[in-house]
């Protein structure tokens, strides 16, 4: 009898060492946040076949990396001259969320969007209001390929794009 309770001590002992040390693996484990946002593959039906990477092999992921001449401010302010609003864009209040790349040539293609309302959940609008965001995004002429650590890249970058009734909100 005096052997089989220790034999359950034991046990006992040793689960709850096991049920510890798995608390502490996990307490000293951090997330993960990944600086790379993937590559987004030609689509045909999406993409300019003119728009090339210099070295497909070599993208840069890192969104800080692709600059606008003149910075967000002369984006926004090019951005808001070139939309073209109309009456049915006002009942649109949300973000576009638009990723792109730039190559070597500062040339810009890949583009691909989420449109989400005011509480981040992905929602559509006028497809006239779609097709004029993406194309005066598209029409933005000023990106700047990244440099990294003294390197030429070709790159990913997003914008967000804030409506409030149809009309763009500067950032």
Not at 1 to 10: G, Q, R
Not at 118 to 136: D, G, M, Q, Y
Request: charged share 25%; hydrophobic share 35%.
């Amino acid at each position: 009898m005096k052997a089989n309770k220790t034999y359950i001590y034991i046990a006992l002992l040793l689960v709850f060492l096991s049920c510890n040390s798995k608390k502490e693996t996990e307490v000293t484990q951090k997330p993960e946040y990944l600086d790379d946002i993937g590559d987004t593959t030609f689509n045909p039906a999406l993409d300019n076949a003119n728009f090339k990477f210099c070295d497909s092999t070599n993208v840069l992921h890192k969104r800080a990396s692709v600059a606008y001449t003149g910075g967000i401010t002369a984006m926004e302010k090019e951005l808001i001259k070139k939309y073209k609003k109309q009456p049915a864009f006002e009942s649109f209040t949300g973000y576009f969320f638009i990723r792109f790349a730039v190559n070597c040539n500062n040339e810009s293609g890949r583009f691909r969007w989420e449109i989400v309302d005011e509480e981040f959940k992905e929602t559509s609008c006028p497809k006239a209001l779609e097709e004029e965001i993406i194309s005066t995004v598209k029409s933005l002429q000023q990106w700047n390929y990244p440099i990294y650590r003294g390197k030429s890249y070709d790159g990913y970058t997003f914008i967000i794009v804030k409506l409030k009734n149809g009309n763009i909100l500067r950032s």
